[in-house]
């Protein structure tokens, strides 16, 4: 059973379009971060979010943490070539200091 | 700052044989932690490091096994390879200072096929 559902697994969409990649998980989590990873690299931390409710914006991606510290958002507006890549949440268990990882959204921006 | 470097980058083994992969941490941080990723089963968490003591560790036979150094360094081991070890293994430090979250800083990894 995985503790963080990330859905979709896949999403393939022209550039342009918006969309959003869900994180979901009936556990409660510290903080919970977001990893962007292209082919042969490592995962790249995109931004954490702490606070229940709250939204971080970073250009055109917006991260929103659920009022109850449970899942996770993120929405691309406008989604470019570059975009495309692997996308991982990763929450942290509450009083543990560990990462426990989504399976990821591998995300196909065609032009 | 320099980033977590991990060594060697590609490695290719025979069943049987046992490899040792290597990592250097972020300056300053004292937190190493090891992954396993692979297209069925994702990125799966293999074990911790902090202070040379290991404190965490996820579900993988003995054959995966780790260590710290003083200096913060880590190496992991893996023993009697099989094919389905071939995966890319990926390494993170962090800074574990307390009352501060959690981030990963990882590697490019290293990756290891087993033929």
């Known amino acids: 059973t995985q503790l963080l559902e990330q859905s979709p697994q896949f999403l393939s969409i022209q550039e342009g379009e918006n969309l959003t990649v869900y994180c979901n998980s009936s556990?409660?989590?510290?903080?919970l971060q977001w990893y962007r990873q292209e082919p042969g690299e490592g995962p790249v931390l995109l931004v954490t979010?702490?606070?229940?409710?709250e939204v971080k914006k970073l250009k055109r991606l917006t991260f929103q943490f659920g009022d109850a510290r449970k899942d996770s958002s993120l929405h691309i507006t406008a989604a470019q070539p570059g975009d495309t890549g692997l996308y991982l949440c990763?929450?942290?268990?509450?009083?543990?200091?560990?990462?426990?990882f989504g399976q990821g959204t591998r995300l196909t921006i065609n032009p | 700052k320099a980033g977590v470097t991990q060594t060697p980058r590609y490695l290719i083994k025979t069943r049987g044989q046992q490899v040792t992969l290597s990592c250097s941490p972020i300056?300053?941080?004292?937190?190493v932690s090891w992954y396993q990723q692979t297209p069925g089963q994702g990125l799966q968490f293999l074990f911790e490091?902090?202070?040379?003591?290991?404190?965490n560790k996820g579900n993988f036979p003995g054959r995966f096994s780790g260590r710290q150094f003083s200096n913060s360094r880590s190496e992991m081991n893996v023993s009697t390879l099989e094919l389905g070890d071939s995966a890319l293994y990926l390494c993170?430090?962090?800074?574990?200072?307390?009352?501060?979250?959690?981030?990963?800083?990882f590697g490019q990894g290293t990756r290891l096929t087993v033929v």
């Open positions: 993170a430090s962090s800074p574990r200072d307390r009352g501060r979250v959690t981030e990963a800083f």
């Open positions: 979010v702490v606070t229940g409710g």
């Open positions: 556990s409660v989590f510290s903080s």
């Open positions: 990763a929450g942290e268990v509450q009083g543990a200091q560990k990462l426990v």
């Open positions: 490091y902090f202070s040379e003591t290991q404190r």
């Open positions: 300056s300053g941080h004292r937190s």
